[in-house]
Every structure is written in C-alpha cells, then in structure tokens.
C-alpha cells in the first residue's frame, strides 16, 4: 500500500463501524445476488478496477463526496467491523477520509471470486 494509507482498523482514531459505497442503480441485483466485487463480474481481468472505495460520509446531492463515483445513485451501507472480523484489510487515506480494500479473496457466494 502506499504511503499515504494507513491501515484501518477499530483501533485507528477515525474507525467508524460503517462506511459507504456509492455506485449505480443498475447493478443492484448483481450485488444483492453476489455480493460487491471489484471491478463487478463483467469486466475482464485486465480491465477491472483493483481496489473498493468507501466513504466515510455522504453529503448532500449537490456536494462531490471523495471516494463516490461521480453519478452514483444507489448507496450501500456497508459493516466495516464485521469486514474487519472476516479478515478484509481496510485502509484509509486520512487526509480525504477515503477507505480502500481489495476486498476479500474468495466468495461463498460466486464461484468466478477465487
């Protein structure tokens, strides 16, 4: 990780136990069916995305949240400490507040997340 990141944990002075991640409407049913993975199913390997963005905060609809792509309309509320619990490595840029993962290695819930 660079140096910038610091890990984050429930130790970290700015842990919060949920966190926020902004994408768009039409993928909820692959969310909800697979869970959220980087780069999402459909992109080949060599063009999907290496990290998870999470926000700490959502502002209002007119303000640019750090860590939200641009145009999101569905927002996940994610459970940082049970990530953490499962052995997800959660870092987070302090001077933005934006948290970053690979997510987790493998998924009991699809097959293609190995």
Same mark, same amino acid.
């Given at each position: ?22 994408? +768009?409407?039409? &993928?909820?049913?692959? $969310?909800?069916?697979?869970? !959220? ?9 060599? /063009? ?29 509320? +994610?459970?940082? &400490?049970?990530?953490? $619990?499962?052995?997800?490595? !959660? ?9 970053? /993962? ?13």
């Amino acid at each position: 990780m660079s140096l910038y990141r610091k890990e984050f944990t429930p130790d970290h002075p700015l842990w919060q136990p949920w966190l926020y991640h902004g994408t +768009l409407q039409i &993928h909820a049913d692959s $969310l909800r069916n697979v869970g !959220l993975i980087c780069g999402g199913l459909a992109r080949t390997e060599s /063009t999907k995305r290496s990290e998870i963005h999470m926000a700490k905060r959502i502002v209002s609809a007119s303000g640019k949240t750090p860590g939200v792509k641009k145009g999101s309309n569905l927002f996940i509320v +994610l459970d940082a &400490h049970r990530m953490h $619990l499962d052995g997800i490595n !959660l870092f987070i840029s302090e001077e933005i507040q934006v948290v970053f /993962t690979r997510g987790a290695a493998v998924s009991s819930k699809h097959p293609s997340v190995r």
